[in-house]
């Protein structure tokens, strides 16, 4: 299908030919408030009013906690001054190394019949508030440990390019995950039971907030975030 002349020069035109510079002084005050008023309506209609403090957290939850784990890298434990050991081999070394990071969905530990025989029940947010807990997440860590010991071996330079070097014997090795804390989990964020619930406990509640104890806390920065022990 062909394209007129006419077409073909109206698509050549420069987008700055469109754009009149004293044409928007011309609008009235009473089209701007009205427009201004339509615009921000249809941006909080679309996003929310708080959809930059959820999705924040949900982007810390997602790559910068990982991120702050990968951070810490190798972490060395060196011994103690033993002396009735003797010699460099017996001497024993820890290193450490963090990995994957997970997150469960917030849950408690609760017995129906109070015969010790309890388990784990999903935690909403309406259960934090008549318990007084807190609304949170354990966190658990892939953790590497190696111990091994460790000598300075001399060795040839003309052959390795180094007179002398440390060599690393590893004794054992355990590779496993643990729950090092729990983290707030804020309200209608991903990690919250309420993002995918067709109703929630009040109609106006659009999340953003934190339940510490049973009391809402909202942070106007979620650059951090507090981590609680086990």
């Known amino acids: 299908m062909g394209v007129s002349s006419d077409a073909k020069e109206d698509m050549d035109l420069d987008d700055d030919e469109f ?3 004293s044409s928007i002084h011309d609008l009235d005050e009473e089209f701007l408030s009205s427009f201004c008023k339509k615009a ?9 009013l708080i959809s930059h403090q959820i999705n924040s957290y949900n982007d810390f939850i997602k790559n910068n906690l990982q991120k702050i784990i990968d951070s810490f890298g190798e972490m060395v434990v060196e011994p103690g001054y033993d002396p009735s050991k003797k010699g460099e081999s017996e001497w024993r070394y820890a290193s ?7 997150l469960e969905k917030p849950n408690f530990w609760g017995s129906e019949s109070g015969d010790g025989n309890g388990k784990e029940y999903d935690m909403l947010p309406r259960h934090a508030r008549l318990q007084n807990m807190t609304y949170s997440s354990k966190m658990k860590v892939n953790i590497r440990v190696q111990v091994y010991t460790q000598k300075l071996v001399r060795s040839d330079k003309f052959k390795t390019g180094k007179d002398q070097y440390i060599d690393r014997s590893i004794v054992s090795e355990d590779n496993r995950d643990i729950i090092i804390g729990r983290i707030p ?5 991903d990690l919250c039971w309420m993002k995918e619930a067709e109703k929630g406990d009040c109609d106006f509640d659009h999340g953003g907030y934190f339940l510490i104890k049973g009391a809402e806390k909202v942070s106007l920065n979620n650059s951090f975030f507090l981590f609680l022990p086990i």
């Open 185 to 189: 989990v804020m309200v209608k964020s």
């Open 40 to 48: 921000a309506m249809s941006f909080f209609n679309e996003y929310g």
């Open 19 to 21: 754009l009149d510079s």
């Open 96 to 102: 450490v190394r963090f990995g994957k990071v997970d």
